[in-house]
């Protein structure tokens, strides 16, 4: 686990400065009550916005919001810049970087404009945190690098400052802590010689993220303690929530589950309070970690759940596409614009020359064709720039959302193969015994099922609808209801078992047998194998194999699914049968038998499958499980599995 860092939330707010008191803001909001709609009112604003970014955020944005429309209104630049900026800020802190960067790319085109190195340094350090939020370092460094620069150009410390708090999260997301501390301590020297509370808390805190990723979780949380305290004091919620977080990493990985369990719940219930929702989506997980750490699955999985609906909340296609659409139409109208006002020009000069200098007029004019050509090569030049900017970061918002899917689904599996019996109940539960499971996704539909109760030896095959995500979520009902069922209800006979199973499942899913209503449910194969070598069978759909002396007697399954039936829904049969000894019994899902291949590109199907398994039967189950998964893979060649694949064979 690699710590966060608080500056890649808050470092947006260090052009602010410190805080004021609640006092100073309600004589300004009493001082625009009165004042009339001019530059004054823009500026007073802007004012209010750095009173109330830490602790009123909500009120802070509507005020930037206002100064951005009077300012346009007034064609006041210099406002525009500003509440621009200040928007960026906002939706940086809320996970939001397409609107972000959209809000600190036109704020910095108007600083360039406007010759103000210093904003341009804390609009670059701006940059700098929405491609370090969404993991793209190198872009992230360059901004933070020009920022420095621009900080230096304006003699401004505070200025170097931030942009060295920047450079530190690269450097430390990069591994290197030892430059990242350096350009730590740099960082708060120079605000402690100002005197600036609010981003010396913050950088106390990133200090104990790096001894964190260093090993030293004392030190780190030594660090996160002094930095709490600070955060506290300024009333700055968000760093207070990454705080805690961060302890709670500690605690987590000092293997004190449920101190990290604590933080992170108020870590979470702030997080949510704020809004921020890329910072609920983090720490929903960490969550899921802390109870799946402490063997609390049902929480875990239940948590783990919020995370995924979170993650996509923070990126999506549409966002992206409103994002190129504003961006193109506001570098459309700005190329207007020039190109307007380059044709008055244009228009004057020609008025002003004389009739009587023909050549002159020629001569001047080609020239100033061809400055026209030169400055519309420049815009598109400069276009292309931004519109690159904007291309890479949706790569990168694409590229991290499908890592972020997939790491999703790979968690999944995790909580998944936690419900699958153990290894050492397997082994004590049979003589001898194979499991051929391969999920057609990463998680699957599929699940097999075995339960130990005194003389009797309970074990199922269960194919539920769908496979991948849809399919996991009912293998876990599945599995849930029938522990229960034999292990709490104490159901023993195979038939009555499959009843409830079925029961639950209808009452589960809500399903009233209702017209258009999902069928959603699962057949399965389900044994019980006495002390005595009796086997007592019950199916849905599925059947099971017994082979004794190379020859196969089946045992059909009936034929209803467990779940809402649009038939007339009937009790289940129980077979039984007395085995012998070195009897194999198969139960199986239908993948195998369904998998397209050959020469031809046809099913498999069950009448090979059990020629297979009358083929080999004399072998170890271990030599028959290779060679299921050898003729599986050979008849599959390249085309793409069709299904989930499950058979469990067993010798008395």
Not at 47 to 59: K, V
Not at 160 to 180: P, Q, T
Not at 369 to 387: F, H, N, S
Request: with cysteine; charged share 25%.
């Amino acid at each position: 686990m690699k710590a966060l860092r608080i500056s890649v939330l808050l470092a947006a707010f260090f052009a602010i400065g410190n805080t004021c008191a609640q006092s100073r803001a309600d004589s300004l909001k009493a001082v625009l009550e009165k004042a009339p709609k001019d530059t004054n009112y823009v500026n007073t604003c802007l004012t209010l916005y750095g009173e109330l970014h830490i602790a009123q955020l909500d009120s802070a944005y509507a005020y930037s919001l206002k100064a951005l429309a009077l300012s346009e209104k007034l064609k006041f630049k210099p406002g525009i810049a500003h509440a621009l900026d200040n928007i960026g800020n906002h939706f940086n802190g809320k996970g939001n970087y397409p609107e972000a960067l959209m809000n600190f790319t036109k704020a910095l085109d108007l600083f360039e404009q406007l010759g103000r190195p210093r904003n341009m340094s804390i609009v670059c350090n701006s940059i700098g945190n929405t491609y370090l939020g969404i993991g793209n370092n190198n872009k992230a460094l360059d901004y933070y690098r020009q920022s420095r620069d621009h900080a230096k150009e304006a003699k401004n410390k505070y200025a170097i400052g931030i942009a060295d708090v920047g450079m530190s999260s690269v450097y430390s997301k990069l591994g290197k802590n030892i430059e990242a501390l350096t350009a730590l301590k740099e960082a708060y020297k120079v605000f402690s010689e100002l005197d600036k509370i609010y981003p010396m808390a913050v950088v106390i805190s990133n200090m104990g993220s790096v001894y964190f990723d260093m090993g030293k979780e004392d030190s780190a949380l030594n660090y996160f303690e002094q930095g709490l305290v600070l955060h506290r004091r300024v009333q700055n919620k968000y760093a207070i929530f990454s705080t805690m977080q961060l302890m709670g990493n500690v605690f987590f990985k000092k293997k004190e589950y449920k101190k990290a369990l604590n933080y992170y719940m108020d870590a979470l219930k702030m997080s949510r309070e704020e809004g921020a929702v890329d910072n609920e989506k983090s720490i929903a997980l960490n969550v899921s970690d802390a109870y799946k750490a402490l063997g609390q699955y049902p929480q875990a999985y239940e948590y783990y759940v919020q995370y995924s609906s979170l993650k996509d909340s923070v990126f999506n296609s549409e966002s992206n596409r409103q994002l190129l659409d504003v961006q193109e139409k506001y570098e459309t109208e700005k190329k207007d614009r020039e190109i307007v006002l380059l044709n008055k020009d244009k228009e004057l000069k020609e008025e002003s020359l004389s009739k009587h200098r023909l050549v002159l007029w020629v001569s001047f004019g080609g020239l100033l064709v061809v400055g026209i050509a030169c400055v519309l090569i420049l815009l598109g030049y400069k276009r292309k720039q931004k519109m690159n900017r904007i291309l890479e970061l949706q790569k990168s918002i694409i590229e991290e959302k499908n890592k972020s899917i997939t790491d999703s689904i790979r968690y999944a599996k995790n909580i998944q193969e936690a419900i699958l019996p153990e290894i050492n109940l397997l082994k004590n539960a049979f003589k001898e015994y194979f499991i051929f499971y391969k999920p057609k996704d990463i998680v699957s539909g599929d699940f097999y099922w075995v339960a130990h109760k005194k003389d009797k030896v309970y074990f199922a095959a269960v194919d539920c609808t769908g496979h991948g995500v849809p399919g996991a979520f009912m293998s876990m009902i599945g599995n849930t209801l029938l522990n229960d069922i034999v292990n709490d209800k104490q159901v023993t006979v195979p038939a009555e078992i499959l009843f409830n199973l079925r029961e639950g499942v209808i009452k589960s899913l809500k399903q009233k047998g209702a017209e258009g209503e999902t069928k959603d449910g699962m057949d399965i194969a389900l044994c019980c194998l006495h002390k005595s070598g009796k086997l007592e069978f019950s199916g849905a759909n599925n059947p099971c194999w017994v082979i004794r002396d190379g020859k196969c007697e089946e045992f059909k399954g009936d034929k209803q699914p467990i779940g809402i039936y649009t038939g007339e829904a009937r009790s289940y049969n129980t077979h039984s049968v007395q085995l012998q000894p070195n009897d194999l019994v198969y139960v199986f899902t239908d993948g195998f038998a369904d998998q397209f291949g050959g020469e031809k590109g046809k099913k498999f199907k069950y009448k090979k499958l059990k020629e297979l398994l009358l083929a080999n039967w004399k072998e170890p189950l271990q030599k028959q499980q290779e060679l299921l998964i050898n003729t599986y893979e050979s008849w599959r060649g390249s085309l793409e599995q069709v299904d989930d694949i499950l058979i469990m064979g067993i010798r008395v």
